[in-house]
């Protein structure tokens, strides 16, 4: 099964952010997704999950055209994504902003409740769950973010700059995270991402994209020695 952008376009007025872009994500892998400032990205993620529709091409989840399908049947066909800035609920427990997602699904509240408690100790937050959301680091914010993203027991699970402002060692153990997460659940997993040591020691491809456009796509040693990716964006020592 796979999630797949085919020929994708749009436009803003008259800013072509995304252009003709076609891309495949796999159950089971994990593929980066990588470019300078302004390239269409989180366009481009905006339409394979449902946030933005293109004006033209088709997005298509296993069998099933879903061009048209509305921003929230998205998560009900397997694909959820998280977003830049991590959107929790400051006011509430670290537990209940996970069981909201629980919940979100139709759960009970003491099933919800049950199950939060399985993804925070999966995702090293046990001892956070009383916390409340206000008083996370920001490393911590995100892994509750994504903890509540994984209610949903995706298919397919796209990551909008997972890394920003992590320190080396907490990257790091995000690597092994999202690692774990695609081997116990199975899902394929798209990581937007300017940490190119994340990206280079995490995903097995790559797709860049420059002014909307794919400009390259393959393994990372491919992606490594291409020309035109250096030219681009990520230039000799951005590659070490």
């Known amino acids: 099964m796979q999630l797949t952008a085919q020929a994708v376009s749009v436009r803003f007025g008259g800013l072509v952010a995304v252009d003709q872009v076609s891309i495949e994500l796999r159950r089971g892998e994990i593929l980066g997704l990588i470019g300078p400032n302004g390239a269409g990205k989180t366009t481009l993620v905006n339409v394979l999950s449902g946030f933005q529709r293109p004006q033209t091409g088709a997005i298509v989840i296993g069998e099933r055209e879903c061009t048209r399908l509305q921003r929230h049947d998205f998560p009900r066909a397997g694909v959820v994504r998280t977003f830049q800035a991590v959107r929790l ?75 920003a402002g992590l320190a080396a060692a907490e990257a790091e153990e995000l690597r092994e995270l999202i690692l774990h997460i695609r081997s116990t659940r199975g899902c394929g997993v798209l990581v937007i991402e300017h940490n190119m040591a994340l990206v280079m020691n995490l995903c097995e491809r790559i797709h860049v994209l420059d002014g909307g456009k794919t400009i390259a796509a393959g393994t990372p040693s491919e992606i490594r020695a291409d020309a035109g990716v250096r030219r681009a964006y990520l230039g000799p020592e951005k590659l070490q």
């Open 89 to 163: 609920f400051r006011g509430l427990t670290v537990s209940e902003n996970v069981e909201i997602g629980y919940v979100g699904q139709g759960l009970s509240r003491g099933e919800a409740r049950r199950r939060a408690a399985v993804s925070l100790t999966e995702l090293h937050l046990a001892d956070k769950a009383d916390r409340l959301a206000s008083g996370l680091s920001y490393g911590e914010e995100r892994r509750v973010g994504l903890a509540r993203a994984l209610a949903v027991n995706p298919r397919f699970l796209l990551l909008d700059e997972p890394a």
